[in-house]
């Protein structure tokens, strides 16, 4: 999973889980709240020069996709999202992994819903810079079996924000994207946008303790690295977020922590060294009612619950 070293170490403790992260380690980018966390982003990897991030400026949504709606995390990123029905003065969501969680790695099977929570996440401008400190309320869902996600309540409204800062919140698509489908991932920790294109699904996704359903593969170009935990995908035609991006196969290893490896409908392992992976997030529209009120008993409504 995409994270830095020291979250992952103590994250994955606090789950039990067998494995230990490859060690590894980098400098705090540029305006970041802290240092990053996968089951990669124990950093894994190279770290981007301000060049690099610069040029990795391409696309917007409805044009070219930018960084305004991306958060930044303590070890993580993340974005502010709305529902397809979502109103403007309904409490604001942001989007991340549930690997990003600041108490840990959920267990397998394990699913959190409705908790304390007051995190914050620095919200970014279409350039990526810093404009405003944003804090949760509450943590609405998160876990890490079946999809890798974490969704938090902010303790202000979609208005609020729009009215101080002019950001919009990205829309999560209520469609399941298609191979072929050109996305960016868009990454408030490293302020660095990835753009490649969907080059299929993973039945099963196997990391470690956990297992993921119907997982985003990428091309090659999106060489995601630790940080990049929790960045939206972002559809490049519709502007609208597809997936969360999470993790990747670092050293060719077979179902390893930072090494996950594909299973199909027939048992059989695929390992696919330097290919990255992100978890749809179509599902979740279905959950969410009046007020942005997760509604596990929704009618279409198909997340793991507790």
Not at 205 to 234: F, H, M, Q
Request: net charge neutral; glycine share 10%.
């Amino acid at each position: 999973m995409r994270k830095p070293l020291v979250v992952a170490l103590c994250a994955l403790a606090f789950a039990g889980a067998g494995a230990t992260p490859a060690v590894a380690s980098a400098p705090s980018p540029t305006g970041a709240d802290a240092a990053p966390t996968t089951l990669t982003d124990v950093v894994d990897g190279v770290v981007g020069t301000a060049a690099d991030a610069l040029s990795a400026l391409t696309a917007p949504r409805e044009g070219a996709v930018n960084f305004a709606g991306a958060v930044s995390l303590s070890n993580c990123s993340g974005s502010v999202v709305r529902m397809p029905g979502s109103a403007a003065d309904d409490p604001a969501l942001v989007l991340t992994n549930g690997h990003c969680l600041e108490s840990g790695f959920p267990a397998p099977g394990q699913v959190l819903v409705d908790r304390a929570s007051s995190r914050t996440f620095g919200l970014l401008n279409s350039s990526g810079a810093k404009v405003a400190t944003l804090r949760a309320d509450r943590l609405v869902y998160a876990t890490m079996t079946d999809t890798d996600a974490a969704i938090y309540r902010l303790d202000t409204t979609y208005a609020r924000i729009k009215s101080a800062y002019g950001i919009d919140a990205l829309t999560l698509s209520a469609t399941r994207p298609a191979a072929g489908t050109s996305i960016s991932v868009v990454s408030g920790y490293w302020k660095r946008i990835y753009t490649c294109s969907v080059d299929g699904f993973a039945y099963r996704l196997k990391e470690g303790n956990w297992t993921w359903k119907d997982s985003v593969r990428y091309t090659s170009a999106c060489d995601t690295i630790g940080g990049t935990s929790g960045s939206p995908v972002v559809d490049g035609a519709t502007g609208q977020v597809v997936a969360v991006n999470n993790t990747g196969n670092e050293d060719g290893g077979r179902c390893t922590v930072n090494n996950p490896c594909e299973v199909d409908e027939n048992g059989r392992v695929t390992v696919r060294q330097g290919i990255n992976y992100a978890q749809q997030t179509h599902l979740f529209p279905a959950c969410f009612g009046v007020d942005n009120k997760l509604d596990l008993s929704a009618s279409g409504c198909a997340v793991p619950k507790p």
